[in-house]
């Protein structure tokens, strides 16, 4: 059974440029989370989906956003991006509810220089 | 805000070695979970604790979830080269759905 897929695995941005990440989960599971993760702060949540619903969002600017599809897959976009958002973008997904395993993807590392 | 204090940050110890990785928190935690991450790889899931006071073995490590389920310890026995990773915590708290909060992290590295 495929694991979570994330593309793309690095990429390079220009500060002020906008940016989508994409996730496409494992076959059946429903929820897709994003996580922000660095160094400095470790792994941060950016949000929760879960059958095409934001269920839950961190605390994370407005230039941070995501939807997921019909599909299950879903997307994260930055816009305007700055210095800092350089970080491993990790996406999650479970099966259903919050209290199954969450699989992780390999991440994208974006770089904003 | 929600914190899990996780430590040691970084830990460097020789193989045979026994070792133990703290995660506390003011917060009660509905479970929490123990995960390893290698370089260039997402977190993988080593196991969850639900209940209060609940002890699980996996081979030589011992996770513990604390009475009051807001701290949790995971103890390797005997580490080898092999454990070494990056090992975090991270708790799911009530009403917030699939949201984790995960500790800083500890960078295990096991000499030989």
């Known amino acids: 059974k495929a694991g979570v897929t994330q593309t793309p695995r690095y990429l390079i941005k220009t500060r002020g440029q906008q940016v989508t990440l994409s996730c496409s989960p494992i076959s059946g599971h429903r929820s897709v989370s994003w996580y922000q993760q660095t160094p400095g702060q470790g792994l941060q949540f950016l949000f929760e989906?879960?059958?095409?619903?934001?269920?839950n969002k961190g605390n994370f600017p407005g230039r941070f956003s995501g939807r997921q599809f019909s599909n299950s897959r879903s997307e994260m976009n930055v816009s305007t991006l700055e210095l800092g958002d350089s970080a491993l973008y990790l996406c999650?997904?479970?099966?259903?509810?919050?209290?199954?395993?969450?699989?992780f993807g390999q991440g994208t590392r974006l770089t904003v220089v | 805000t929600q914190l899990l204090e996780q430590s040691p940050q970084f830990l460097s110890i020789q193989e045979g070695e026994n070792l133990t990785v703290y995660c506390n928190s003011s917060s009660v935690f509905s479970s929490l979970q123990w995960y390893r991450q290698e370089p260039g790889e997402g977190p993988v899931l080593l196991v969850t604790?639900?209940?209060?006071?609940e002890v699980k073995k996996l081979k030589r490590l011992t996770f513990q979830f604390g009475d009051a389920r807001k701290d949790s310890s995971l103890h390797i026995t005997a580490a080898q080269p092999g454990d070494t990773g990056l090992y975090l915590c991270a708790g799911l708290t009530y009403n917030q759905g699939g949201k984790l909060i995960f500790g800083q992290g500890t960078e295990l590295s096991v000499k030989p």
């Open positions: 989906y879960f059958s095409e619903t934001q269920r």
């Open positions: 604790v639900v209940t209060g006071g």
């Open positions: 999650a997904s479970r099966i259903q509810g919050p209290n199954t395993e969450a699989f």
